[in-house]
């Protein structure tokens, strides 16, 4: 989310076109490697009621105490939140986790409310072998997954952990990251690959030759498709305008 009262005005009214359109969204949080914000208090006290909050899915990290996570995933369901993203948090920056691994926080939130959807996180980009151990973990305390950002010129990586999946029978579903690229400004690329691995010299040709931004989300998604992923989010929507570029994106798939 970006920062200012605007910025979050014009973020509810996408929220609200977006769920009305039986979209769900994810909504995460504005820090990186700083305190994280009360996302769960912007959403009650900003939303309203005429967005349907079971399609709204708020994230929380460990990345705070135990009190407060716990706190959190309370007043989540509460507030009408039907379920939860609960991922780890950079380790690197920032507060320290208040425990080692996500998985044991879901275990803390399943043993409080056996009834909220929680979901956990994997990277397509790793060792296949190891993420399905980590999801077909009778400790994983999830009902579905999104993973790290994947793009058209990942799609090996994608293919491979779809593939060990499948033949290792995994049946928790999940959702593919794919990341809106607005532009080839590089600078921002190489921002970029701080938080997610950016095809930096392959996006640069694209859109020298051309291509827009829609179409380049577009053939990504296309191409997962392909290599047998179903389930996509859209990261870095321009929130604006978000309704009418992920119409066009639809289109263009």
Excluded at 42 to 48: A, D, F, I, Q
């Amino acid at each position: 989310m970006a920062e200012g009262m605007d910025a979050w005005i014009d973020t509810y009214h996408a929220v609200r076109r977006l769920t009305h359109q039986r979209r769900f969204v994810f909504l995460t949080d504005n820090a990186v490697g700083a305190e994280e914000e009360n996302n769960l208090r912007h959403l009650v006290t900003n939303l309203g009621d005429d967005a349907p909050r079971e399609r709204v899915v708020p994230f929380l990290t460990t990345k705070h105490s135990v009190e407060y996570c716990l706190s959190y995933a309370e007043r989540a369901h509460q507030s009408g939140f039907s379920a939860l993203v609960v991922l780890g948090g950079d380790q690197t920056v920032g507060p320290p986790r208040c425990v080692e691994h996500a998985w044991q926080l879901r275990q803390m939130l399943r043993e409080h409310d056996q009834t909220i959807t929680l979901g956990g996180w994997a990277n397509p980009h790793a060792d296949p072998e190891r993420q399905v151990d980590y999801l077909g973990s009778p400790n994983v305390h999830a009902e579905f997954f999104l993973t790290q950002i994947v793009s058209h010129h990942h799609t090996g990586a994608v293919a491979r952990f779809v593939e060990t999946a499948e033949r290792r029978g995994l049946t928790l579903p999940g959702v593919f990251g794919v990341f809106f690229y607005r532009s080839a400004n590089r600078r921002t690329l190489d921002a970029l690959q701080s938080f997610l691995p950016v095809p930096v010299d392959e996006l640069s040709r694209e859109f020298a030759a051309g291509a827009t931004a829609e179409e380049i989300c577009a053939r990504t998604i296309r191409a997962l498709k392909e290599a047998g992923a179903r389930h996509f989010y859209i990261s870095n929507l321009p929130i604006g305008r978000a309704q009418n570029v992920l119409a066009t994106i639809l289109d263009r798939i």
